[in-house]
């Protein structure tokens, strides 16, 4: 799979999780907790990621974490 996926501009998350050596459960649980993260492409019930936009995310620093995105409300407490 991952020789295929060396190739294209979008992933689906199994490829993309095999190719930047993330865990499966992990990057699911990024993207189910950050749909505006920006790299989300959806194709019908299909969830694809852009692979430019997730390897500038990589570059500028970002991480991917199952962490919950912290809700504004939430961060005084």
């Known amino acids: 799979m991952q020789n295929d996926a060396n190739n294209k501009s ?16 992990t990057l699911r649980t990024y993207l189910k907790n950050h749909p505006d993260c920006g790299f ?22 970002g991480k991917i974490s199952n962490a919950k995105k912290r809700r504004k409300d939430q961060k005084g407490q």
């Open 40 to 61: 989300i492409r959806k194709y019908k019930k299909r969830t694809l990621i852009d692979r430019p936009l997730f390897e500038q995310f990589l570059a500028e620093g």
């Open 10 to 25: 979008t992933l689906t998350p199994d490829e993309c999780s095999a190719l930047y050596h993330i865990g499966n459960v």
